[in-house]
Protein backbone atom coordinates (compact mmCIF):
# COMPACT_ATOMS: atom_id res chain seq x y z
CA UNK A 1 0.00 0.00 0.00
CA UNK A 2 1.47 3.33 -1.14
CA UNK A 3 0.91 6.21 2.23
CA UNK A 4 0.84 9.97 1.83
CA UNK A 5 3.45 11.21 3.90
CA UNK A 6 2.96 15.22 4.72
CA UNK A 7 5.62 17.51 3.54
CA UNK A 8 5.76 19.33 6.87
CA UNK A 9 5.63 17.40 10.18
CA UNK A 10 7.09 19.85 12.53
CA UNK A 11 5.24 22.01 13.61
CA UNK A 12 7.68 24.49 16.13
CA UNK A 13 9.42 27.42 14.40
CA UNK A 14 12.68 25.44 13.00
CA UNK A 15 14.58 27.38 15.71
CA UNK A 16 12.94 25.94 18.58
CA UNK A 17 12.80 22.72 17.40
CA UNK A 18 16.90 23.09 16.76
CA UNK A 19 17.12 23.84 20.34
CA UNK A 20 14.64 21.33 21.45
CA UNK A 21 16.91 18.67 19.63
CA UNK A 22 20.10 20.39 20.89
CA UNK A 23 19.19 20.02 24.54
CA UNK A 24 17.82 16.42 23.97
CA UNK A 25 20.41 13.24 24.85
CA UNK A 26 21.84 12.37 21.55
CA UNK A 27 20.53 9.68 19.55
CA UNK A 28 23.19 6.21 19.89
CA UNK A 29 25.08 5.88 17.27
CA UNK A 30 24.11 3.22 15.64
CA UNK A 31 20.57 4.96 15.30
CA UNK A 32 22.44 7.62 13.34
CA UNK A 33 23.61 4.70 10.82
CA UNK A 34 20.20 4.45 10.47
CA UNK A 35 18.58 7.91 10.42
CA UNK A 36 21.82 8.53 7.15
CA UNK A 37 21.11 5.04 5.30
CA UNK A 38 17.10 5.73 5.70
CA UNK A 39 17.17 9.58 4.32
CA UNK A 40 20.33 8.62 1.69
CA UNK A 41 18.70 5.70 0.48
CA UNK A 42 15.18 4.50 1.37
CA UNK A 43 11.87 5.92 -0.29
CA UNK A 44 9.52 8.53 1.90
CA UNK A 45 12.42 8.91 4.85
CA UNK A 46 10.22 10.85 6.57
CA UNK A 47 8.42 7.75 7.83
CA UNK A 48 11.22 7.59 10.30
CA UNK A 49 10.47 8.66 13.63
CA UNK A 50 14.04 10.89 14.39
CA UNK A 51 15.96 11.92 16.75
CA UNK A 52 13.81 13.64 18.83
CA UNK A 53 10.38 11.35 19.02
CA UNK A 54 13.16 8.67 19.40
CA UNK A 55 14.36 9.52 22.57
CA UNK A 56 10.76 10.04 23.71
CA UNK A 57 9.94 6.55 23.08
CA UNK A 58 12.66 5.57 24.62
CA UNK A 59 12.03 7.79 27.92
CA UNK A 60 8.75 6.08 27.76
CA UNK A 61 9.62 2.61 27.45
CA UNK A 62 12.21 3.32 30.13
CA UNK A 63 9.91 4.72 32.24
CA UNK A 64 7.73 1.47 31.66
CA UNK A 65 10.39 -1.44 31.39
CA UNK A 66 8.46 -3.28 29.90
CA UNK A 67 8.62 -7.18 29.44
CA UNK A 68 6.92 -7.03 26.05
CA UNK A 69 6.43 -4.42 23.42
CA UNK A 70 4.23 -4.74 20.20
CA UNK A 71 5.13 -2.50 17.29
CA UNK A 72 2.57 -2.04 14.63
CA UNK A 73 5.25 -0.89 11.65
CA UNK A 74 9.29 -1.36 11.49
CA UNK A 75 10.30 0.85 8.67
CA UNK A 76 14.07 0.78 8.74
CA UNK A 77 13.57 -0.20 12.47
CA UNK A 78 14.82 3.05 13.77
CA UNK A 79 11.70 3.08 16.34
CA UNK A 80 12.41 -0.94 17.33
CA UNK A 81 15.61 -0.09 18.60
CA UNK A 82 14.27 3.25 20.61
CA UNK A 83 11.76 1.20 22.42
CA UNK A 84 14.21 -1.78 22.74
CA UNK A 85 16.15 0.40 25.12
CA UNK A 86 13.62 -0.23 28.18
CA UNK A 87 13.34 -3.67 27.65
CA UNK A 88 13.87 -5.86 30.98
CA UNK A 89 16.58 -8.24 29.97
CA UNK A 90 14.28 -10.94 29.29
CA UNK A 91 11.84 -9.26 27.39
CA UNK A 92 10.59 -9.13 24.12
CA UNK A 93 9.60 -6.56 21.52
CA UNK A 94 7.52 -8.10 18.66
CA UNK A 95 7.39 -5.76 15.26
CA UNK A 96 4.94 -6.26 12.29
CA UNK A 97 5.26 -4.77 9.06
CA UNK A 98 4.44 -6.11 5.38
CA UNK A 99 6.78 -4.57 3.48
CA UNK A 100 10.25 -7.13 2.87
CA UNK A 101 12.43 -4.82 1.48
CA UNK A 102 12.12 -1.89 4.42
CA UNK A 103 12.28 -5.04 7.22
CA UNK A 104 15.41 -6.17 5.54
CA UNK A 105 17.04 -3.41 6.44
CA UNK A 106 16.14 -3.09 9.97
CA UNK A 107 17.00 -6.67 10.35
CA UNK A 108 20.32 -5.87 9.49
CA UNK A 109 20.43 -3.35 11.96
CA UNK A 110 19.11 -5.17 14.66
CA UNK A 111 21.90 -8.03 14.28
CA UNK A 112 24.25 -5.07 15.22
CA UNK A 113 22.32 -3.86 17.96
CA UNK A 114 22.22 -5.05 21.62
CA UNK A 115 18.42 -5.99 21.47
CA UNK A 116 18.93 -8.71 18.91
CA UNK A 117 17.61 -11.69 21.12
CA UNK A 118 14.97 -9.28 22.09
CA UNK A 119 13.20 -8.55 19.12
CA UNK A 120 11.35 -10.64 16.40
CA UNK A 121 10.09 -9.51 13.48
CA UNK A 122 7.01 -10.84 11.76
CA UNK A 123 6.30 -10.21 7.71
CA UNK A 124 2.10 -9.94 7.37
CA UNK A 125 -0.90 -7.92 7.94
CA UNK A 126 -0.78 -6.98 11.37
CA UNK A 127 -4.38 -7.33 11.68
CA UNK A 128 -3.80 -11.22 11.03
CA UNK A 129 -0.70 -11.79 12.90
CA UNK A 130 -2.04 -10.43 16.31
CA UNK A 131 -4.26 -12.59 17.45
CA UNK A 132 -1.00 -15.34 17.03
CA UNK A 133 0.78 -13.48 19.59
CA UNK A 134 0.23 -15.37 23.01
CA UNK A 135 1.83 -12.52 25.54
CA UNK A 136 0.30 -9.19 27.12
CA UNK A 137 2.20 -5.91 26.50
CA UNK A 138 2.94 -3.09 28.75
CA UNK A 139 3.77 -1.32 25.48
CA UNK A 140 2.83 -0.46 22.17
CA UNK A 141 3.29 2.06 19.11
CA UNK A 142 1.51 2.26 16.28
CA UNK A 143 2.68 3.72 13.10
CA UNK A 144 1.83 2.04 10.07
CA UNK A 145 -1.40 2.52 7.99
CA UNK A 146 -3.23 5.08 9.07
CA UNK A 147 -6.31 3.75 7.91
CA UNK A 148 -6.34 0.64 10.04
CA UNK A 149 -5.55 2.85 13.42
CA UNK A 150 -9.21 2.17 15.53
CA UNK A 151 -9.03 -1.45 13.93
CA UNK A 152 -5.20 -2.30 15.55
CA UNK A 153 -6.92 -0.71 18.86
CA UNK A 154 -9.38 -2.78 18.64
CA UNK A 155 -7.21 -5.31 18.15
CA UNK A 156 -4.61 -4.91 20.93
CA UNK A 157 -6.64 -3.56 23.53
CA UNK A 158 -7.27 -6.74 25.20
CA UNK A 159 -3.66 -8.12 25.06
CA UNK A 160 -2.47 -4.70 27.28
CA UNK A 161 -1.94 -4.61 30.98
CA UNK A 162 -3.61 -2.21 33.08
CA UNK A 163 -1.35 0.67 33.13
CA UNK A 164 -0.09 -0.50 29.93
CA UNK A 165 0.80 2.52 27.11
CA UNK A 166 -0.35 2.41 23.71
CA UNK A 167 1.19 5.34 21.30
CA UNK A 168 -0.08 5.82 18.18
CA UNK A 169 1.92 8.09 15.60
CA UNK A 170 1.14 10.94 13.00
CA UNK A 171 -2.36 11.69 14.35
CA UNK A 172 -1.80 15.12 13.63
CA UNK A 173 -1.12 14.35 9.93
CA UNK A 174 0.79 17.86 8.85
CA UNK A 175 -2.68 19.38 10.69
CA UNK A 176 -4.94 18.01 8.10
CA UNK A 177 -7.19 16.66 10.91
CA UNK A 178 -8.15 20.35 11.55
CA UNK A 179 -9.72 21.29 8.30
CA UNK A 180 -13.24 20.64 7.04
CA UNK A 181 -12.19 18.75 4.04
CA UNK A 182 -10.46 16.06 4.65
CA UNK A 183 -9.21 12.71 2.30
CA UNK A 184 -9.76 8.84 3.42
CA UNK A 185 -6.19 8.46 5.84
CA UNK A 186 -6.91 12.00 7.42
CA UNK A 187 -10.97 11.04 8.31
CA UNK A 188 -9.42 7.14 9.90
CA UNK A 189 -7.03 9.13 11.52
CA UNK A 190 -9.29 11.56 13.31
CA UNK A 191 -11.80 8.70 14.13
CA UNK A 192 -8.94 7.27 16.14
CA UNK A 193 -8.58 10.80 17.88
CA UNK A 194 -12.14 10.98 18.95
CA UNK A 195 -12.30 6.94 19.51
CA UNK A 196 -9.13 7.61 22.56
CA UNK A 197 -10.75 10.24 23.98
CA UNK A 198 -14.36 8.69 24.12
CA UNK A 199 -13.16 5.22 25.68
CA UNK A 200 -13.61 4.60 28.83
CA UNK A 201 -11.20 2.00 28.71
CA UNK A 202 -8.09 4.53 28.24
CA UNK A 203 -7.08 8.06 29.46
CA UNK A 204 -5.32 10.04 26.44
CA UNK A 205 -3.14 12.44 25.76
CA UNK A 206 -2.55 13.98 22.14
CA UNK A 207 1.53 15.52 22.35
CA UNK A 208 1.84 17.63 19.35
CA UNK A 209 5.68 16.36 18.71
CA UNK A 210 6.27 16.02 15.27
CA UNK A 211 3.65 14.82 13.40
CA UNK A 212 1.40 14.38 16.77
CA UNK A 213 1.67 11.51 19.09
CA UNK A 214 -1.36 10.20 20.65
CA UNK A 215 -0.57 8.13 23.90
CA UNK A 216 -3.12 5.97 25.85
CA UNK A 217 -2.88 4.78 28.60
CA UNK A 218 -5.18 1.46 29.65
CA UNK A 219 -6.87 2.06 33.07
CA UNK A 220 -9.75 -1.18 32.28
Known amino acids: MAFFIPKNMEFLPEAIDNYAISHTEKEPKLLAKINRET ?3 VMIPRMLSGHLQGRILSMFSKLINPENILEIGTYTGYSALCLAEGLKPTGTLDTLDINEEYTSIANRYFKESDFNNNIKQHIGQALDIIPT ?3 NFQLAFIDADKENYSNYFDAIIDKMDIGGLIIADNV ?5 VTKEKMGEETIALDKYNRKMLASDRVETILLPVR ?6 RKIK
Open 39 to 41: WAN
Open 133 to 135: LAC
Open 172 to 176: LWSGK
Open 211 to 216: DGLMIS
